[in-house]
């Protein structure tokens, strides 16, 4: 089984604040997805990072793919309260597999 | 595109009944759909992976007796908790992947919240 840690567990900041996100593992993966839940709904996936090294933008999130293709960070700017949630990456490995990282339960305080 | 449905949202049983929860993938094919089960303020626990036309594959630790999993066509999976107890009491999501599309991304459904009592 690959694991991913997720670093922090929670956090909760001042909306205005920046934050960065880990996602940890001694495993390679093929690609890896960042993804948002919202309390009693189904996670939404926010992006794919493919190359090692790589990194996409999304409005305020910026989410990096480790060199080694192990390792993976999510950092917001200017924290908004709608950018509460619990925050999952996902390693893919064989065909069909994510493996889902322990999560991080964001809190922005107006 | 690319939206899941489940159904039930909610449901609520008497202990030893049996409950059914479908995942429907609405506007695409789904290759291959997944079940999982998140308890309160944790990550998704990957329960089984289905392909339509296929026995289901359990993660270990799973009761295939009690979590029957059928996947009649692409677009239509169904989990029934049999004899359901308090125990069973979760949130379940389901998942899928779209035919054609790589990288493993999953879109998952809305989730149910089953309650046993």
């Known amino acids: 089984t690959q694991l991913l840690e997720q670093s922090p567990q929670f956090l909760s900041i001042q909306e205005g604040e920046n934050l960065t996100v880990y996602c940890n593992s001694s495993?390679?993966?093929?690609?890896l997805q960042w993804y948002r839940q919202e309390p009693g709904e189904g996670p939404v996936l926010l992006v794919t990072?493919?190359?090692?090294?790589e990194v996409k933008k999304l409005k305020r999130l910026t989410f990096q793919f480790g060199d080694a293709r192990k390792d993976s960070s999510l950092h917001i700017t200017a924290a908004q309260p709608g950018d509460t949630g619990l925050y999952l990456c996902?390693?893919?490995?064989?065909?069909?597999?994510?493996?889902f990282g322990t999560g991080t339960r964001l809190t922005v305080i107006p | 595109g690319a939206v899941v449905s489940q159904h039930p949202s909610r449901v609520i049983c008497k202990s030893g009944t049996s409950v059914k929860i479908e995942c429907r993938s609405l506007?695409?094919?789904?290759?291959?759909m997944f079940w999982y089960r998140q308890f309160p303020k944790q990550s998704l626990m990957l329960m089984a992976t289905?392909?339509?036309?296929?026995?289901?594959?359990?993660e270990q630790g799973v009761e295939k007796d009690k979590f029957l999993i059928n996947h009649a066509s692409l677009t239509l999976s169904t989990l029934t908790v049999t004899s359901a107890h308090p125990e069973d009491s979760s949130f379940y999501i389901c998942?899928?992947?779209?035919?054609?599309?790589?990288?493993?991304?999953?879109?998952f459904g809305p989730g149910t919240r089953l309650t046993v009592l």
């Open positions: 289905s392909n339509e036309g296929s026995k289901a594959t359990y």
């Open positions: 998942s899928a992947t779209q035919r054609g599309i790589s990288y493993n991304e999953q879109f």
């Open positions: 495993s390679v993966f093929s690609s």
């Open positions: 996902a390693g893919a490995a064989g065909a069909n597999n994510l493996f």
């Open positions: 990072v493919v190359t090692g090294g």
């Open positions: 506007d695409f094919q789904a290759t291959t």
